[in-house]
């Protein structure tokens, strides 16, 4: 349960999930001893392993508490987690549904290693009893490029915790910027790109601010890139905070520069807030959740009613987004609109619908 957006989902779900808890003993194994950023009510059973990263620890501890337990489904979250559960459900005999977080085809990195991973998916992905998939773009991908049956995947977006995001977004700040300024959450590796986030900053208005909360291996690079910037006085390195809301609540405006995404939660929680957004239009989520179309249906930089959208890796264009944002009356717009977005999200239906799958496969 270390700080992520997977992690944030599994206490959310588990949270809100109380009702199942006379119909089935929950069980969660954490594959890796990390610390814990997110919290897992007291009714369910926790085993904790150290697998260390490790694929094949992973198999034979988790494969040693599945003979213990004798699960009759387990649900996983992640890629090592989806395929260890899916390789014991073939060799125990329960049934498993895995639930993939990010669009599979640009989760990995290249090379041998990434060329291997992709065959273990091709390989037992199709084998899950059922497939959650956080976005459609998600599901179109498992289909298309890794062998899963349409039938088998279910499409549920991740519950975001509306009242419980606003009201924490009412405590006092962790962080307290000078404003104005913007906000990005992300842990810091390649794929979130934040070093053209900040390449874009450097032509942004000078008295705007930017709060990067995350922590992650890219953290050294980003230093070093923000002092050869002359911007360490406009960029604020904030760590992980347990509450972002607070913070988000105060910017003008949300931004994330990520090269690829399943379903962005800091993007949904900024409309939970009504702050105005500017995300890559990466595969997958942030065009459904900004204009409720696929990716392929927006081209170019598309201001829409709540945000405004750019292609990946697109220098040129996120500086013109921020320009767009720095400007009041588009900001306002937007503001409007990401509160009426931000109605539509919630938790109880996403609840429902993972516990009607696993209702099915039983």
Not at 72 to 89: E, G, K, M, P, Y
Request: glycine residues 8%.
């Amino acid at each position: 349960m270390a700080g992520g957006g997977a992690e944030q989902v599994m206490s959310t779900l588990l949270s809100h999930s109380q009702a199942w808890a006379d119909r089935y003993r929950v069980s969660v194994a954490l594959l890796d001893d990390e610390q814990a950023r997110y919290p897992l009510p007291s009714w369910v059973d926790v085993v904790q392993l150290d697998s260390r990263g490790s694929l094949l620890r992973s198999l034979r501890q988790l494969g040693a508490t599945v003979r213990a337990v004798r699960p009759d489904v387990t649900v996983s979250f992640l890629v090592r987690a989806n395929l260890v559960t899916t390789a014991l459900s073939l060799r125990r005999g329960h049934a498993a549904v895995i639930s993939e977080r990010a669009q599979t085809s640009g989760h990995f990195p290249a090379g041998v290693r990434s060329r291997v991973s992709k065959a273990m998916v091709r390989a037992l992905y199709p084998r899950a009893d059922r497939v959650i998939a956080v976005s459609a773009g998600v599901a179109e991908d498992l289909t298309a490029n890794f062998g899963v049956a349409p039938e088998r995947v279910a499409t549920i977006g991740n519950p975001v915790d509306v009242d419980r995001v606003r009201s924490r977004a009412a405590e006092a700040p962790q962080v307290q910027p000078p404003r104005p300024y913007a906000v990005a959450i992300g842990r810091f590796t390649r794929g979130k790109n934040q070093r053209l986030l900040l390449e874009a900053f450097r032509d942004a208005p000078p008295d705007l601010h930017l709060v990067l909360l995350g922590t992650g291996p890219e953290w050294d690079a980003l230093h070093a890139q923000v002092l050869a910037a002359g911007l360490q006085d406009r960029v604020t390195f904030a760590g992980f905070v347990s509450n972002p809301y607070a913070v988000l609540r105060g910017a003008a405006f949300y931004v994330s520069a990520s090269n690829g995404e399943g379903f962005p939660n800091a993007l949904a929680e900024s409309l939970a807030l009504g702050i105005p957004s500017i995300h890559t239009n990466c595969a997958a989520g942030p065009s459904e959740l900004l204009e409720g179309r696929a990716r392929e249906q927006v081209q170019g930089l598309s201001v829409g009613d709540s945000g405004i959208l750019v292609p990946t890796d697109d220098l040129p264009g996120l500086r013109h987004a921020i320009a767009l944002m720095c400007r009041p009356e588009v900001r306002e717009a937007l503001a409007a609109g990401a509160r009426r977005r931000g109605e539509l999200l919630g938790v109880t239906g996403a609840c429902e619908q993972y516990w009607r799958v696993v209702a099915s496969v039983l």
